[in-house]
């Protein structure tokens, strides 16, 4: 299988993650490709029409795209129900955490999005509303440390820790976890398996990283 995406992508993090924890990464080939709002890439979009990152191509050449959908054909190919259980009730608390981090994803982006421009054409509502929705995020799941703790590794769970280390890999600024212990004594502890420590977010890379690792 072939994986477009970027090492600085919070949204490709979150398939390499998953791909780890289902022993698919040496399965996935990671072709680097850089998209931006103002451009297209042909390369991509010859897969993608939304020209976006993560895009999969399988062994079939079937294109899977976005991050929660190559997540989840991750975890359907290989048979592991316990990141996203069949029961019911229990399958959508996990699909809305992973709605969660990847919503709280989408107000990062946005707010780095806008910060980036010269001051004089940021739009103010829009920085300062990002920050109280992350803050009210942030909150939230400071109360569910507990019920993030007992939930374990799931697709949820490992989605909320990459938005999470997207918060330190670009606004460090927020010092998100000094007001926020049990939120933070969680992701300490989950940050400590291989599949987020071996993946981090890179601003540069070589042109092909090659096999995943």
């Excluded at 809305?96 to 707010?111: F, K, M």
């Excluded at 927020?174 to 987020?196: C, D, K, M, V």
């Amino acid at each position: 299988m072939k994986l477009l995406g970027s090492l600085r992508s919070p949204y490709v993090r979150q398939v390499l993650v998953v791909a780890s924890e289902t022993a698919l990464a040496t399965d996935i080939v990671l072709e680097l490709h850089t998209v931006h709002l103002a451009a297209h890439t042909p390369e991509v979009m010859a897969f993608n029409p939304l020209n976006k990152l993560p895009t999969l191509i399988d062994d079939s050449g079937r294109c899977i795209f976005d991050s929660r959908v190559i997540c989840e054909f991750l975890v359907w190919k290989s048979g592991r129900t316990d990141l996203l259980p069949a029961d019911f009730p229990a399958r959508i608390s996990v699909l809305q955490r992973q709605a969660l981090a990847t919503g709280l994803i989408d107000l990062l982006i946005l707010r780095l999005v806008e910060l980036a421009k010269p001051q004089s054409m940021q739009w103010g509502d829009v920085v300062k509303s990002s920050e109280i929705k992350i803050a009210a995020v942030l909150d939230h799941l400071d109360t569910e440390a507990e019920v993030l703790r007992e939930e374990g590794v799931t697709l949820g769970t490992l989605g909320l820790a990459v938005a999470l280390n997207y918060i330190e890999f670009r606004f460090a600024d927020l010092a998100w976890s000094t007001t926020r212990p049990g939120l933070s004594a969680w992701h300490r502890e989950i940050n400590l398996r291989p599949s987020l420590r071996d993946n981090r977010l890179e601003d540069n890379a070589p042109a092909l990283a090659g096999k995943i690792r």
